[in-house]
């Protein structure tokens, strides 16, 4: 009996991992399988720890090699992982996690327009969060529903900090702190969860570790939504009508979702 409750925990723990991997990474979870799986042919009485360690190197070596020459089959490129270019991921984990991959169009306008942004101002980056997956055009990147067809990309708000730009977002995932309405501004938010969209709100729960000495810096995010309004293949861009206002941004481009999607005061959805 406790035989069978011993395997059969190793089996919940195992399928609990490969469902995490695969919706945080999409290859994760394959790859979790096949290193324990060999394990368990191989030698399965190797500590779980070697097994650990060796599951990691294989999956960083497949995020840096096999991945990417895969995703072209896709149609799908990463964006830099570097952080020492104009376009810079908001932490490690969006290149690690296969997060960043975008078509090579949309790679080249995001490029391109990280460069200008730095040319009107050589201290500001253009930070990405989430874009989506490498393999598939139709699988979305938990939790965003639309993130999939690699032409939308999660963008940071620009922040100061002690008056410095930061390049970075104001919390550990990027999302989730709000730059809420001021009193006196449009306030969709009240209004979306006045009428039942409880959801509207619930990148809060991304919201931890928040940065709290870092301030909205409506000059240079406008900055960033002109020079990506300036491309003619941008399509939309997301973000709250009080921000929109705030900004003093008119373009009919630059909108808020409505209440079937999240809030968007806490980052920019670009998508051409
Ligand atoms: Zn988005």
């Given amino acids: 009996?406790?035989?069978?409750?011993?395997?059969?925990f190793i089996l919940i723990f195992h399928g609990f991992m490969i469902i995490l991997l695969s919706l945080t990474s999409q290859v994760g979870?394959?790859?979790?399988?096949?290193?324990?799986?060999t394990w368990l042919v191989v030698r399965y009485k190797t500590p779980f720890v070697l097994k650990l360690v060796s599951f990691l190197g294989i999956y960083l070596l497949a995020v840096m090699t096999i991945v990417p020459s895969l995703a072209r089959k896709f149609g799908k490129v990463p964006m830099p992982s570097s952080m020492s270019g104009n376009l810079v991921p908001h932490n490690a984990?969006?290149?690690?996690?296969?997060?960043n991959y975008v078509t090579p169009q949309t790679l080249k306008i995001l490029l391109k327009t990280a460069d200008e942004v730095?040319?009107?101002?050589?201290?500001?980056?253009?930070?990405?969060?989430?874009?989506?997956?490498?393999?598939?055009k139709e699988m979305p990147l938990p939790p965003h529903i639309s993130h999939s067809n690699g032409r939308k990309v999660d963008l940071c708000f620009a922040y100061k900090k002690n008056g410095k730009l930061t390049n970075k977002g104001s919390s550990i995932l990027g999302y989730g702190h709000f730059v809420e309405p001021k009193d006196g501004e449009y306030n969709q938010v009240e209004q979306c969860l006045a009428n039942g969209h409880t959801l509207y709100d619930a990148s809060k729960y991304?919201?931890?570790?928040?940065r709290r000495d870092y301030e909205f810096d409506p000059y240079h995010t406008r900055l960033i939504i002109e020079k990506l309004l300036e491309n003619k293949e941008t399509n939309r861009i997301y973000i709250e009508e009080h921000l929109k206002q705030r900004m003093g941004i008119v373009s009919e481009k630059v909108r808020s979702t409505g209440c079937w999607a999240v809030r968007h005061d806490d980052h920019i959805h670009f998508q051409i």
């Fill in 118 to 136: 730095a040319i009107a101002n050589p201290e500001l980056k253009m930070v990405y969060l989430d874009a989506s997956f490498p393999f598939s």
């Fill in 93 to 99: 984990l969006y290149p690690i996690l296969n997060r």
């Fill in 29 to 37: 979870g394959i790859i979790w399988f096949v290193v324990f799986f």
């Fill in 1 to 8: 009996m406790l035989k069978f409750l011993k395997v059969l």
């Fill in 206 to 210: 991304a919201g931890f570790g928040k």
